[in-house]
C-alpha cells in the first residue's frame, strides 16, 4: 500500500506524526487508526534493535570475564579467541569497556589480563606470569637483560630500577597497573641458550663489557657446572669477537 506523502511527517521529534484527520490535510480515522499502528511498529521495531544489540555486548561480556577466570594469573586474552561470538568491532569495543570497568587489563596492544585475586584484594599479575604467558602463547624466548643477570649472579650489587627483557619478538611495552615492562628485541646470540645459568653469563658478560668481563669469568669459573661451561664455550661462535676473545682466554687458563 503507498501511504500519501502528507500522513509522516519527521522533524519536530523522530516519530513525530501530523494528525491526518486535520482541517488542513483532511483523512478518516481509518487512516489514523492505520498511521499510529505503523508508528508503533517503528517504535518497536527500533526497541527490539537496542535491547538486541545490549543483549549481544552483555553476553560477550560475559563470555570473555569467564574465560579471564578460567585462566591461570597473567593469562593472555586476544580479541581473535572470540570472534565466533561476534564481529571483531563488537569484541574490541566490549575489551575497551570491559578495561574501562578495571574488570581487564590492557596489557598492549591486542593484549589483555584478568586482575588477579588476592588475599589482600585485587592487583596486576605478576610480571613472572606475564612474561610466562608471552612465551607459551606467542612462541616467543624472552629472557632478563644483562643488568638482571649480572645481579643475580653476585657479579655486581647494583638493583636494576626498571624490568627489562630481551625478546625474540618485537619491542613493545607492557602496562601492569603502575608499572611498565619493557620488552626488547634481542640479539640472536643473547637469547642463544636461553634461560639456562650458561645464557645468564653471557648476558652478564654482554652488560660488563670488554673490561670487567674477564674479572666475573674468574668469580664464576667456581660457582658454574662443568656442562655449563662447556655450553659457553660451544657459543663462541655466535658471540662477539671481544666476548669469544674472552672466554677463550679463560678456558685456557682456568
Same mark, same amino acid.
Given at each position: 500500500?503507498?501511504?500519501?506523502?502528507?500522513?509522516?511527517?519527521?522533524?519536530?521529534?523522530? &516519530?513525530?506524526?501530523?494528525?491526518?484527520?486535520?482541517?488542513?490535510?483532511?483523512?478518516? =480515522?481509518?487512516?489514523?487508526?492505520?498511521?499510529?499502528?505503523?508508528?508503533?511498529?517503528?517504535?518497536?521495531?527500533?526497541?527490539?534493535?537496542?535491547?538486541?544489540?545490549?543483549?549481544?555486548?552483555?553476553?560477550?561480556?560475559?563470555?570473555?570475564?569467564?574465560?579471564? $577466570?578460567?585462566?591461570?594469573?597473567?593469562?593472555?586474552?586476544?580479541?581473535?579467541? &572470540?570472534?565466533?561470538?561476534?564481529?571483531?568491532?563488537?569484541?574490541?569495543?566490549?575489551?575497551? $569497556?570491559?578495561?574501562? +570497568?578495571?574488570?581487564?587489563?590492557?596489557?598492549?596492544?591486542?593484549?589483555?589480563?584478568?586482575?588477579?585475586?588476592?588475599? &589482600?584484594? =585485587?592487583?596486576?599479575?605478576?610480571? +613472572?606470569?606475564?612474561?610466562?604467558?608471552?612465551?607459551?602463547?606467542?612462541?616467543?624466548?624472552?629472557?632478563?637483560?644483562?643488568?638482571?643477570?649480572?645481579?643475580?649472579?653476585?657479579?655486581?650489587?647494583?638493583?636494576?630500577?626498571?624490568?627489562? &627483557?630481551?625478546?625474540?619478538?618485537?619491542? $613493545?611495552?607492557?602496562?601492569?597497573?603502575?608499572?611498565?615492562? +619493557?620488552?626488547?628485541?634481542?640479539?640472536?646470540?643473547?637469547?642463544?641458550?636461553?634461560?639456562?645459568?650458561?645464557?645468564?653469563?653471557?648476558?652478564?658478560?654482554?652488560?660488563?663489557?670488554?673490561?670487567?668481563?674477564?674479572?666475573?669469568?674468574?668469580?664464576?669459573?667456581?660457582?658454574?657446572?662443568?656442562?655449563?661451561?662447556?655450553?659457553? $664455550?660451544?657459543?663462541?661462535?655466535?658471540?662477539? =669477537?671481544?666476548?669469544?676473545?674472552?672466554?677463550? +682466554?679463560?678456558?685456557?687458563?682456568?
Amino acid at each position: 500500500m503507498i501511504w500519501p506523502k502528507t500522513v509522516l511527517a519527521f522533524g519536530e521529534s523522530p &516519530f513525530y506524526v501530523r494528525d491526518p484527520g486535520s482541517q488542513d490535510l483532511g483523512g478518516s =480515522s481509518a487512516t489514523i487508526d492505520r498511521v499510529r499502528l505503523l508508528q508503533i511498529a517503528v517504535c518497536q521495531i527500533l526497541i527490539y534493535i537496542s535491547d538486541k544489540g545490549a543483549m549481544t555486548m552483555s553476553h560477550l561480556a560475559e563470555n570473555i570475564l569467564s574465560a579471564a $577466570r578460567a585462566m591461570p594469573e597473567g593469562g593472555l586474552l586476544s580479541p581473535k579467541e &572470540f570472534l565466533h561470538l561476534g564481529s571483531r568491532a563488537a569484541i574490541d569495543k566490549t575489551l575497551s $569497556r570491559l578495561a574501562q +570497568e578495571g574488570k581487564l587489563l590492557r596489557v598492549s596492544r591486542g593484549a589483555y589480563v584478568a586482575p588477579h585475586e588476592g588475599r &589482600f584484594g =585485587s592487583r596486576p599479575p605478576s610480571t +613472572e606470569s606475564v612474561v610466562q604467558a608471552i612465551e607459551a602463547s606467542c612462541g616467543e624466548t624472552v629472557v632478563a637483560n644483562g643488568a638482571a643477570e649480572a645481579n643475580a649472579l653476585g657479579l655486581t650489587t647494583q638493583v636494576p630500577t626498571r624490568e627489562v &627483557f630481551l625478546t625474540s619478538g618485537a619491542s $613493545r611495552t607492557l602496562h601492569l597497573g603502575s608499572r611498565c615492562v +619493557e620488552l626488547k628485541h634481542g640479539n640472536r646470540w643473547q637469547l642463544l641458550l636461553g634461560k639456562r645459568p650458561a645464557g645468564k653469563v653471557i648476558r652478564a658478560l654482554s652488560w660488563l663489557g670488554p673490561e670487567g668481563a674477564p674479572e666475573a669469568l674468574k668469580q664464576l669459573r667456581a660457582k658454574l657446572p662443568e656442562s655449563e661451561w662447556e655450553a659457553v $664455550r660451544g657459543a663462541r661462535a655466535a658471540l662477539p =669477537s671481544w666476548m669469544a676473545k674472552v672466554v677463550s +682466554e679463560a678456558m685456557a687458563y682456568g
